[in-house]
């Protein structure tokens, strides 16, 4: 069998290495390198999962044969660089060889604006190589700088199972992109014969440097500088035109316009800027008023652009006086910081002008912030000056909208629901979400970057039942980016359909029993105040001091359920003692909770022991007498367990005081006395010790007359005797 290698992964995204074995007889292996990059991959099986034994190695039909091939199919992306706005790229080369032992047929096709120059298709003999000519068409001079334009290879061979592979394509647009600011450079109202003049700026917010040279303006009263000028300038990606300033020495009074063009080699994206728009107005009235228009350009809603000035200067002999008024009055997005005021000859005054912020929900139609600034003087002949105001408002306008907001009944699976965010704005945003109501969420699906003018966000809301019944929230979205409307806020519903369990709360739920005899259990009954069906699982005794049953395990809403619980009496328990224990169990509501309820258990009957275990009888015969006690909290009664046994070496005859043949004994720690005798010894020697020992049997019952009731009985009574020679033997 040939070496395994990496081949085509399903998912182009994280590019995992998996690789697929075939049968020969009827596929191929075909391997792909791409001269141009890493040409590890993996493999995709037609619009799904490799299936396979091994991490993605899949058999294919033999058809018989035991001889089997390989595909390798590498998924690397094929880069073909930064292009030129307007121009092509370099063409890639995508080798390939046909390793397997059977030809292969095979065809390619590419889309976007990616194209295969030469053959693209065609048949592989065992061991062939081909190879494909990736090329692409002029990228188009609208593109945005920087952006990267997208496509795919669909390589299509006659492997069944693997008939289609898909390899990324790319490039990334290069070019300048030219801002004019102000978008006309218009110096304004200049005194015949005086020379006004105005900054510009030209920026170029592209990726790449862009070389200019410009027109002489098409009115000689117009005279354009920045530094180096006439020379050709070099404007960086970033950076602006230096020192770049309009002059107008109008020779004559009237309105002037004229433009200078703007000449360059390089290549532009999506710059529709051609040449330097210019204006004036001469006037034969010694004043001077500019700049006009006075242009803020484009503001995002919600911000605020800088203040600027117009400046009066007056070149009449004496003093003039003048006044300004915003065309717009009070309700003028624009404030001046002077309505009057007065000039001195060959001297100037600047009226402050500064924008409001621009409200949101703002308008952004095209100059729907200008205004008119009016400014009238008393000099002779001289006419009130209209200063144009211009100012746009750029921002996204976000609108969510869902087919349906209702989610339902939910139940312990959450559901989800998808939603669209468009933005009709003039601006890109990047959106964000924001929900209310507990168990709502959302999500964004795929790229959280809305474009401007139609661009759209794809998204899911989702429902996960925390409480049984009705739930309302609200989903809205937000952008950290500028927006020019308040979007509007989505109301979902839902209903939990849950199951709930409740049972009453208790300090302890009391068992109880008697030793040898009855027991008393107890129960907890848990009731289904939910929606769903309640299932009851797990039911245990922590400590195994009882037994526990539920019945039944599967609760209705609104039924309950009865756990039973048993206790058991552990060997060694004690009469009027307790233990506690746990009664453990789960259910199935959201999250899977365990619960614990704690359980007592309490033990009646009687305890009895000797006040000492042993009795010595000696050093002569007589009576000696032992006492045993019940400590339980239960009577019992302690009988001689039949005749007097000779019990070892020696006779003794133990019996009540009262001869009767037992005594009851009540509980609480009473007490019972037994007397014995010692009636003598079986065999001795005279003049030798007798050491002997032994140990009576005493029958111990419970009130009933019976074992039950008797926790601990009488154990049997040691006796010993010790005599120091036989003769004091009775």
Same mark, same amino acid.
């Given at each position: !069998?040939?070496?395994?290698?990496?081949?085509? $992964?399903?998912?182009?995204?994280? !590019?995992?290495?998996?690789?697929?074995?075939?049968?020969?007889?009827?596929?191929?292996?075909?391997?792909?390198?791409? +001269?141009?990059?890493?040409?590890?991959?993996?493999?995709?099986?037609?619009?799904?999962a490799? @299936?396979?034994?091994?991490?993605?190695?899949?058999?294919?039909?033999?058809?018989?044969?035991?001889?089997?091939?390989?595909?390798?199919?590498?998924?690397?992306?094929?880069?073909?660089?930064?292009?030129?706005?307007?121009?092509?790229?370099?063409?890639?080369?995508?080798?390939?060889?046909?390793?397997?032992?059977?030809?292969?047929?095979?065809?390619?096709?590419?889309?976007?604006?990616?194209?295969i120059?030469?053959?693209?298709?065609?048949?592989?003999?065992?061991?062939a190589?081909?190879?494909?000519?990736?090329?692409?068409?002029?990228? =188009?001079a609208?593109?945005?700088?920087?952006?990267?334009?997208?496509?795919?290879?669909?390589?299509? %061979?006659?492997?069944?199972?693997?008939?289609?592979?898909?390899?990324?394509?790319?490039? %990334?647009?290069?070019?300048?992109?030219?801002?004019?600011?102000?978008?006309?450079v218009?110096?304004?109202t200049? #005194?015949?014969?005086?020379?006004?003049?105005?900054?510009?700026?030209?920026?170029?917010?592209?990726?790449?440097?862009?070389?200019?040279?410009?027109?002489?303006?098409?009115?000689?009263?117009?005279?354009?500088?920045?530094?180096?000028?006439?020379?050709?300038?070099?404007?960086?990606?970033?950076?602006?035109?230096?020192?770049a300033?309009?002059?107008?020495?109008?020779?004559?009074?009237?309105?002037?316009?004229?433009?200078?063009?703007?000449?360059?080699?390089?290549?532009?994206?999506?710059?529709?800027?051609?040449?330097?728009?210019?204006?004036?107005?001469?006037?034969?009235?010694?004043?001077?008023?500019?700049?006009?228009?006075?242009?803020?350009?484009t503001?995002?809603?919600?911000?605020?652009?800088?203040?600027?000035?117009?400046?009066?200067?007056?070149?009449?002999?004496?003093?003039?006086?003048?006044?300004?008024?915003?065309?717009?009055?009070?309700?003028?997005?624009y404030?001046?910081?002077?309505?009057?005021?007065?000039?001195?000859?060959?001297?100037?005054?600047?009226?402050n002008?500064?924008?409001?912020?621009?409200?949101?929900?703002?308008?952004?139609?095209?100059?729907?912030?200008?205004?008119?600034?009016?400014?009238?003087?008393?000099?002779?002949?001289?006419?009130?000056?209209?200063?144009?105001?211009?100012?746009?408002?750029?921002?996204?306008?976000?609108?969510?909208t !869902?087919?349906?907001?209702?989610?339902?009944?939910?139940?312990?699976?959450?559901?989800?629901?998808?939603?669209?965010?468009?933005?009709?704005?003039?601006?890109?945003?990047?959106?964000?979400?924001?929900?209310?109501?507990?168990?709502?969420?959302?999500?964004?699906?795929?790229?959280?970057?809305?474009?401007?003018?139609?661009?759209? *966000?794809?998204?899911?809301?989702?429902?996960?039942?925390?409480?049984?019944? $009705?739930?309302?929230?609200?989903?809205?979205?937000?952008?950290?980016?500028?927006?020019?409307?308040?979007?509007p806020?989505?109301?979902l519903?839902?209903?939990?359909?849950?199951?709930?369990?409740?049972?009453?709360?208790?300090?302890?739920?009391?068992?109880?029993g008697?030793?040898?005899g009855?027991?008393?259990?107890?129960?907890?009954?848990?009731?289904?105040?939910?929606?769903?069906?309640?299932?009851?699982?797990?039911?245990?005794?922590?400590?195994?001091?009882?037994?526990?049953?539920?019945? @039944?395990?599967?609760?209705?809403?609104?039924?309950?359920?009865?756990?039973?619980?048993?206790?058991?009496?552990?060997?060694?328990?004690?009469?009027g003692?307790s233990?506690?224990?746990?009664?453990?169990?789960?259910?199935?509501?959201?999250?899977?909770?365990?619960?614990s309820?704690?359980?007592?258990?309490?033990?009646?009957?009687? $305890?009895?022991?000797?006040? #000492?275990?042993?009795?010595?009888?000696?050093?002569? +015969?007589?009576?000696?007498?032992?006492?045993?006690?019940? %400590?339980?909290? !239960?009577?019992?009664?302690?009988?001689?367990?039949?005749?007097?046994?000779?019990?070892?070496?020696f006779?003794?005859?133990?019996?009540? @005081?009262?001869?009767? =043949?037992?005594?009851?004994?009540?509980?609480?720690?009473?007490?019972?006395?037994?007397?014995?005798?010692?009636?003598?010894?079986?065999? +001795?020697?005279?003049? *030798?010790?007798?050491?002997?020992?032994?140990?009576?049997?005493?029958?111990?019952?419970?009130?009933?007359? %019976?074992?039950?009731? *008797?926790?601990?009985?009488?154990?049997?009574?040691?006796?010993?005797m010790d005599?120091?020679?036989?003769?004091?033997?009775?």
């Amino acid at each position: !069998m040939p070496t395994r290698r990496r081949v085509l $992964n399903v998912d182009f995204d994280r !590019m995992k290495p998996h690789r697929v074995l075939v049968a020969a007889s009827t596929i191929l292996g075909l391997y792909l390198a791409g +001269c141009f990059g890493n040409t590890s991959g993996g493999a995709q099986r037609d619009g799904g999962a490799l @299936p396979g034994e091994d991490s993605g190695i899949a058999k294919g039909d033999d058809g018989g044969s035991d001889a089997a091939g390989e595909i390798n199919l590498p998924t690397t992306a094929v880069d073909l660089g930064k292009t030129d706005c307007g121009g092509k790229p370099a063409t890639k080369t995508y080798s390939f060889e046909n390793t397997g032992p059977v030809s292969v047929t095979w065809s390619a096709a590419v889309d976007s604006i990616f194209a295969i120059q030469g053959a693209s298709s065609g048949t592989l003999a065992p061991g062939a190589g081909g190879s494909l000519t990736i090329g692409a068409a002029a990228v =188009p001079a609208t593109s945005t700088a920087g952006t990267a334009i997208t496509g795919t290879l669909t390589i299509t %061979t006659n492997v069944p199972g693997f008939t289609s592979v898909k390899v990324p394509l790319q490039l %990334t647009a290069q070019g300048g992109t030219l801002v004019l600011t102000p978008s006309t450079v218009g110096v304004g109202t200049v #005194s015949v014969g005086s020379t006004g003049s105005l900054p510009f700026s030209l920026e170029n917010t592209g990726n790449a440097p862009v070389d200019v040279t410009f027109g002489a303006p098409t009115d000689s009263e117009f005279t354009l500088s920045y530094t180096g000028a006439p020379a050709s300038a070099t404007i960086a990606p970033g950076a602006t035109l230096l020192a770049a300033g309009v002059s107008f020495t109008p020779t004559g009074a009237g309105a002037k316009t004229a433009t200078a063009a703007i000449q360059t080699t390089s290549a532009l994206c999506a710059s529709t800027l051609t040449a330097i728009p210019l204006s004036g107005t001469g006037t034969a009235v010694p004043l001077s008023i500019g700049p006009n228009p006075l242009d803020f350009g484009t503001t995002s809603c919600g911000k605020a652009a800088a203040a600027q000035q117009v400046t009066i200067k007056s070149t009449y002999s004496a003093t003039a006086h003048f006044t300004a008024a915003l065309g717009k009055g009070a309700s003028s997005p624009y404030a001046i910081d002077t309505s009057s005021g007065s000039v001195a000859s060959n001297a100037s005054v600047a009226i402050n002008v500064s924008p409001a912020a621009i409200p949101v929900p703002g308008d952004i139609t095209a100059d729907a912030y200008d205004d008119a600034l009016t400014i009238t003087t008393d000099i002779p002949g001289a006419t009130p000056v209209v200063v144009s105001i211009k100012q746009s408002a750029s921002g996204a306008i976000l609108t969510p909208t !869902m087919a349906s907001t209702a989610f339902g009944s939910v139940g312990t699976t959450p559901a989800s629901l998808p939603f669209v965010v468009t933005n009709s704005g003039n601006a890109d945003a990047t959106v964000s979400t924001k929900v209310t109501g507990g168990g709502f969420g959302a999500s964004i699906s795929g790229s959280d970057k809305a474009a401007a003018s139609g661009g759209t *966000v794809d998204g899911n809301a989702t429902f996960t039942a925390q409480k049984s019944g $009705n739930v309302t929230g609200t989903l809205a979205v937000t952008s950290s980016d500028p927006v020019c409307n308040v979007p509007p806020t989505l109301d979902l519903t839902a209903t939990g359909a849950l199951p709930v369990a409740s049972f009453p709360s208790t300090s302890a739920i009391p068992l109880s029993g008697v030793c040898g005899g009855n027991v008393t259990g107890g129960t907890l009954v848990v009731q289904n105040t939910g929606t769903a069906a309640l299932t009851i699982a797990n039911v245990a005794s922590k400590a195994g001091l009882f037994t526990a049953t539920v019945a @039944p395990a599967s609760v209705a809403p609104g039924s309950s359920a009865t756990i039973t619980l048993t206790p058991s009496l552990p060997a060694g328990a004690q009469g009027g003692t307790s233990a506690g224990d746990t009664l453990l169990f789960s259910t199935n509501e959201p999250g899977g909770p365990s619960y614990s309820v704690p359980v007592s258990v309490a033990y009646h009957g009687a $305890n009895l022991s000797w006040s #000492s275990g042993t009795v010595t009888v000696g050093p002569a +015969c007589g009576q000696v007498a032992t006492t045993f006690t019940n %400590t339980g909290d !239960m009577a019992a009664s302690v009988y001689v367990g039949g005749p007097y046994p000779q019990d070892g070496a020696f006779n003794f005859n133990g019996k009540f @005081p009262s001869t009767a =043949p037992g005594v009851s004994v009540g509980p609480g720690g009473s007490s019972g006395d037994l007397v014995g005798r010692n009636y003598g010894v079986a065999s +001795c020697s005279n003049g *030798v010790a007798c050491i002997y020992s032994g140990s009576e049997s005493y029958v111990t019952l419970g009130s009933t007359g %019976t074992t039950a009731g *008797v926790c601990l009985p009488l154990p049997p009574l040691g006796l010993s005797m010790d005599y120091p020679s036989c003769e004091d033997c009775c």
